[in-house]
């Protein structure tokens, strides 16, 4: 079997998880789920870099040991993966590596050894030991040259590092060297193959970096300096530089240098692995990794992919200083975790930088899953539960009835949207496969958009009154059925709960996690498949409303513990959080008159919670010929459930999108076995009491009230 090896970089311990660290492990998630859907054994590592002085100070400053403190953080980063369905548990990550596991120690120093048994291609012994005089950040776990620091203002003042502004230790000691220099020609050699480190900007600039020369580089530090690191095999007074430790975990997790591991995971089957990498640490792995890899005689990686950085809406870095960063907790809050990671591969053009903002996110969730995807969804499956029985109806139109599918537009050749489809999903393939997942997924959209505009054009609430039509009816409706069941293989990568969540709905029953969307075929969807139950998956967000909220939320979580409290304060759970937002009671409501008889005062009226809601789904209720049960989103955090006695008036699928008013404190009471949970207002109209719902004219935030 293929296999195929994904790494996100390992994580500083010293801080807890932010953006930038769930960002690059939602994208290797979703491109190892696409892989195994592909038919790849896979594996996938994130993990934790832990050793170095910025933790060993950190902890000092605590007063905890480094391994306490690592600790705590790791602990922080498995919840968050875990909230975000990045873990085992959730069919994520194979390993959280942690650079302080007993097996990577060994593998470090096994690797050591060979390199420093090895010559260069130049004959020269690959490490050597000799004195070390410069400036390191701490922060970067980097040395500096003249061009990477700020001169100090005073003489006598340290330089302060370029990216953190703090100042640089003067480093003055004995310290192992690997001879970078002699690598240059080995490594351009590597770079011939457009393949291995790509975007092929990021390839040229490291192509450039290297023909100007590489300088050898300090591979220790004395322990006197840095203690809490590998020590040097053979010379525990030396202690390995933090980047050479943190690399070979790549190697070390899958098992080099530990029997044990190799037989349980692979080194010999999994390796080489595909690294995707921020543009800031591209260096450290398109020059020194496969430097090392190629001294201990180990193939380099299969390809080093850098990805730009997620700047604030206004382009600017995000910042603890500048307030700008995206709050984690807020994202898991407001966000449906697919809607998150739909975001993530479709917003940023991987490999470029892009911009994060609750808005945009807001409104990508509103404009992509709630009108897009989980509107297709939804109507698709009423209109087939209402029309047909809710059993999946065929797509064939006989001879007999095709001049009346013609009549109303209906394109009679299946093979048409079958054709669509299929250059649509080969092309979704190609752009995957090159790791460009938001062109990838904006092809998909492509889908929906061609698939909405057949059900507009066809109108199957008129079809479903003509018998003659009843087969163009029953085509419309497959193609959006079998459409929505290609849809669900292509995406489940990119969003495992809401594809699966669709594809059961539709009936269906097997796990998406290996269904290959190579393998897809059109009519692939039985005739006769009886549909599950409708429910709305990606509710519509009130772009206001949230926004408030999460304003109003960010205050609170400003007082989000720092890494430090986090490892102090053995009660990290108490994580300050604004209160979720509050499903408001149900209370008894003034009773109703049949007319205007006589005056209330205005604090009988202010009794009635009058609220904007807007109709996610709608659907009939078999036996019940009058009522319709509805899902409406009045802006709070779950959809509430609606029966109406406007069945006789209304198509259901209709209403779907449609504002309403909606009186959210009437006492929920049980009909027909649902419990309803509000009412919706209508005018009655005629003799025969016609209700019309009373609705907007102009655009109303969901939950607005009405007084
Ligand atoms: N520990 C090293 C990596 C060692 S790998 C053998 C490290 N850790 S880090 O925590 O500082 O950064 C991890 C990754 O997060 C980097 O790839 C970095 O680019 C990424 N990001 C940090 N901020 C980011 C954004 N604002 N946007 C996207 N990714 C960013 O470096």
Known sequence: ??????????????????????????????????????????????????????????????????????????????KLFSLFSLDTEHGGYDIFMRTTEPFHY????????????????KGNDAIYK????????????????????????????????????????????????????????????????????????RRNEVISFVRTGLQDLSISREKRSVSWAIPV???????????????????????????ERERVVGFEKFWPAVHLVGKDILRQHAIYWPAFLLA???????????HGMWLDPNGRKMSKTLGNTIDLDILHRYFATDAVRYFCLREMVFGQDGRFGYETLIDRTNSDLASGLGNLSSRTLTMIARYCDGRVPSGKISEDKLLFAKRVGVDTDETTIAGFAEHARDQFLHDFDNFAFSRALEVVWSIIARVDKII?????????????????????????AETLRWLCILLNSVMPEATQGIYTQLGLVDSLAHLNPADLKWGGLAEGTQIGEVKPLFPRLDRAKTMAEIRNGSDVSAARPSESDAVTSAASEARTKPLPPV?????????????VTSFIEIGDFAKVDLRVGQVLTAERIPKADKLLLLSI???????????AGIAEYYEPEKLVGRKIVVVANLKPRKLRGYESQGMLLAASVGEEGKPVIATFTEDVPNGARLK
């Open 583 to 595: 499903r408001r009671a149900t209370t008894e409501a003034v009773s109703g008159s049949e007319g």
């Open 130 to 201: 000799s004195h070390y005089e410069g400036w390191f950040c701490p922060s970067c776990a980097e040395y500096k040259t003249e061009d990477e620091y700020q001169k100090p203002e005073q003489p006598g003042e340290a330089p302060s590092c370029l990216v953190h502004l703090k100042p640089l230790d003067r480093v003055s000691e004995e310290s192992y060297f690997f001879r970078l220099s002699d690598y240059d020609e080995a490594l351009l050699k590597l770079y011939e193959d457009p393949e291995f480190v790509q975007p092929e900007g």
């Open 106 to 121: 060994q593998g470090v120093a096994e690797l050591w050894r060979r390199v420093a048994a090895s010559k260069t291609p």
């Open 233 to 259: 095999p053979g010379d525990p007074g030396h202690s390995i530089y933090v980047w050479f430790d943190a690399l070979i975990n790549y190697i070390t997790a899958i098992g080099f240098g530990n029997e």
């Open 1 to 78: 079997m293929k296999t195929f090896y994904v790494t996100t970089p390992i994580y500083y311990a010293n801080d807890l998880p932010h953006l930038g660290s769930l960002y690059p492990t939602i994208v290797a998630d979703c491109l190892r789920r696409y892989k195994r859907q592909r038919g790849y054994e896979t594996y996938f590592l994130t993990g934790t870099d832990e050793h170095g002085i910025n933790i060993q100070r950190m902890a000092e400053r605590k007063e905890v040991t480094p391994r306490q403190y690592t600790d705590n953080i790791v602990a922080e980063f498995k």
């Open 296 to 306: 201990a005689g180990i193939d380099p990686p299969r390809k080093v992919f850098a």
């Open 456 to 480: 507009s054009d066809a109108k199957p609430w008129d079809l479903a009154k003509d018998e003659n039509q009843r087969q163009t009816l029953n085509a419309v409706l497959y193609r959006a």
């Open 633 to 643: 989103d009045i802006g709070e955090e779950k959809p509430r459930q609606i029966l």
